[in-house]
């Protein structure tokens, strides 16, 4: 497990470093579609290999329990 964390997070830096180069170029010529389209190929492959953030979102009921006991101040004109 700890040799594919270390391997993944190599990759990652590979990555990340071709594709600083790559941008280096593309601010140079910024005509160049070809250039943006390589650096958005290497950020998805970024993204894959990038550890997962996972929010955890509290289920209806648990919102609803939550907001059973706020009183809101709404002012009745």
Known sequence: ????????????????????????????????????IEIKNIDDQIADLSPSMTLSCPSGSEVKSHFQNVSFGILRV
């Open 1 to 36: 497990m700890l040799e594919t964390a270390i391997e993944e997070k190599r990759k990652r830096e590979d990555l990340k470093a071709k594709r600083d180069l790559l941008f280096e170029r593309y601010l140079k010529h910024p005509m160049d579609t070809r250039l943006a």
